[in-house]
């Protein structure tokens, strides 16, 4: 089944009655966890930014909590499954002052994580990359946001 574009799936939602998107938006939600969070976030989350970015920041610390520090290859996986949750949170938002800010987080608890991720390559290239997207998002915001940011940035340097 070959999908259809997003200019014809437009005219087709403007032909719908209200209760007949809601009936579609329900079985989108029903139908995969990642609309599932889209939705919960545009109905719930998205008219409160900060108390968004918030909750993410707390995923970041529990999920760092709960890091099984036995071995480094176990360290990089999880640190890879929260960045790819955090990517997904940020994709939600589409506001890059967001994306910069969990990014931020993210690079903090990382350098601060004990075992020292310098001892691991693949961290530190981890840690490094994550560093240099915050830069270049932080790029294209307002100046007074990116002296902000860039503030913050200056204390985490690259490992």
Excluded: G, W
Aim: hydrophobic fraction near 35%; proline fraction near 1%; charged fraction near 30%.
């Amino acid at each position: 089944m070959k999908a259809v574009s997003l200019p014809e799936i437009k005219k087709e939602l403007n032909r719908l009655s209200t209760s007949q998107i809601q009936e579609l938006c329900l079985r989108l939600a029903r139908f995969k966890k990642d609309n599932k969070e889209l939705i919960s976030y545009l109905l719930f989350e998205s008219h409160n930014e900060t108390n968004y970015i918030e909750t993410i920041k707390c995923y970041i610390d529990e999920e760092f909590e709960i890091i099984n520090t036995s071995s480094f290859f176990y360290i990089r996986k999880s640190v890879r499954k929260i960045l790819r949750n955090l990517k997904k949170y940020s994709r939600y938002s589409q506001k890059k002052e967001t994306e910069v800010e969990i990014l931020l987080h993210f690079c903090i608890k990382l350098k601060n994580f004990k075992p020292d991720i310098k001892q691991s390559n693949q961290l530190k290239n981890m840690y490094n990359r994550q560093i240099l997207l915050c830069k270049k998002i932080i790029e294209t915001l307002h100046h007074d946001l990116q002296y902000d940011y860039n503030l913050i940035l200056t204390n985490l340097k690259f490992i």
